[in-house]
């Protein structure tokens, strides 16, 4: 459990931080009410509506609304916006399928629903941007707030450029940001290139024949086709992916056969697992290896084995001079000693990902624990109060920094 918040614990440079540090215990508030209250993908109802709510309490000048169905797009026009300039700050907005295991007064007040990835903070820190920028408008352009749904394997990001959402608003970067409980508070990271892995799923479906466990050579036995893949799919990376190059394949889950019947070969067994990489390339190579080495094994044995193979994300891949740009705008708040350039990706997933593809932008990750933390996905997580003035202050600075004012006279 986490002390109570202290406005005064982590301390930076700007005037963002402290403007945005007068309302810290009002951003607390904000973000312990969304962890109490977490929704699933495209169920953010609740959620929703409190970001309308506080974006208008805010004073920005637009909200839309209904954009990939539960998202939110708040609209803060600075006080030139000669520049014709805009651009896009992200923070996703749903929880996990997880029953919380903490017990302080904002816990889940939902069973089997949890904030277990800090997605209650980021909307708040991107609120906290949005009072900013709203009360000060220091910057030339316009400053386009998506609060996204869906993250956690819905794809929100996808749903909202489907909807329309860089058409309606042709933001010329965009940027995001998540809390990384492995980094200490008042630290940023990031880079240029991968950030984030790709994120697909395999579902291999073995075919033989049933029979008696007992005559198991009239029979063509799945559950022993299925350990020899198990094992042969794992030479992949070994032995067909350079070593300077990245891949993940992991089966996680095997069903075949019925507990209760000992003695009865299945005629089916399935695998499931998820494969993650960083580059297009090695993400075809995967695919074709592991169609070509499961129906190669599952022959050798007399049975058939078909691999479907679905990209769900895409890998999360900074261009160099937003990335490079995030981390100026970084430094300016913390100090260059604070802030890591060439952080090493995690094979992990995020659905930023198709925001990357369509606009130049930056991923980067903020400190909140430190050694010792609780990860992310885990029962005992919680959002670091302490970060919330800090992460507005960093999305606020890269408005400013990006769109700045014409010099006076």
């Known amino acids: ?42 169920e953010e109802v609740y959620t929703s509506a409190r970001v309308q709510e506080a974006l208008r309490v805010c004073g920005v000048d637009e909200v839309h609304t209904g954009i990939g169905k539960t998202g939110v797009v708040g609209v803060v026009r600075g006080r030139s916006h000669a520049s014709g300039r805009m651009l896009g700050l992200r923070a996703d907005m749903d929880a996990l399928t997880m029953t919380e295991g903490n017990d302080f007064p904002w816990k ?22 949005a009072r900013y920028l709203a009360e000060t408008r220091n910057f030339d352009g316009t400053a386009v707030l998506i609060f996204q749904p869906g993250e956690e394997g819905f794809a929100g990001a996808k749903a909202m450029i489907e909807d329309g959402l860089f058409d309606r608003f042709p933001v010329e970067a965009v940027y995001a940001m998540h809390n990384w409980p492995s980094m200490k508070p ?142 100026d705008v970084a430094e300016s708040l913390v100090g260059a000693e604070h802030v890591v350039r060439d952080m090493e990706p995690s094979m992990g997933a995020e659905d930023f990902s198709f925001m990357l593809q369509a606009k130049p932008g930056a991923y980067l990750r903020i400190g909140q624990g430190g050694e010792g933390s609780c990860m992310l996905h885990n029962a005992r997580y919680d959002f670091n109060d302490d970060i919330l003035p800090l992460g507005a202050a960093l999305h606020a600075g890269i408005a400013e920094q990006a769109m700045p004012l014409p010099p006076a006279g």
């Open 1 to 42: 459990m986490l002390a109570p918040v202290n406005p005064n614990r982590l301390k930076a440079k700007g005037r963002p931080f402290s403007h945005i540090a007068q309302f810290h215990p009002e951003l607390t508030t904000f973000r312990r009410d969304l962890h109490a209250h977490p929704e699933l993908g495209f």
């Open 108 to 129: 889940s007040v939902k069973q089997g629903m949890m904030h277990g990835c800090g997605h209650d903070g980021h909307v708040a820190m991107l609120i906290g941007a």
């Open 186 to 327: 008042g630290m940023f990271g990031t880079t240029d290139g991968a950030m984030m892995a790709s994120a697909d799923r395999i579902t291999i479906e073995i075919t033989g024949k049933g029979g008696h466990g007992a005559h198991p050579y009239l029979a063509v036995d799945p559950v022993l086709v299925a350990g020899h893949i198990i094992t042969a799919v794992q030479s992949i990376v070994s032995r067909n992916i350079r070593p300077v190059e990245s891949a993940v394949i992991s089966l996680c889950a095997m069903q075949a056969g019925d507990l209760h019947a000992m003695s009865v070969i299945p005629g089916k067994a399935t695998i499931v697992g998820t494969v993650r990489t960083f580059d297009p390339e090695v993400q075809a190579l995967v695919e074709r290896r592991l169609n070509e080495l499961c129906g190669a094994v599952a022959l050798g044995f007399g049975a058939t084995a078909k691999v479907q193979y679905e990209r769900i994300y895409p890998a999360t891949i900074n261009s160099a001079r937003e990335a490079m740009f995030a981390a």
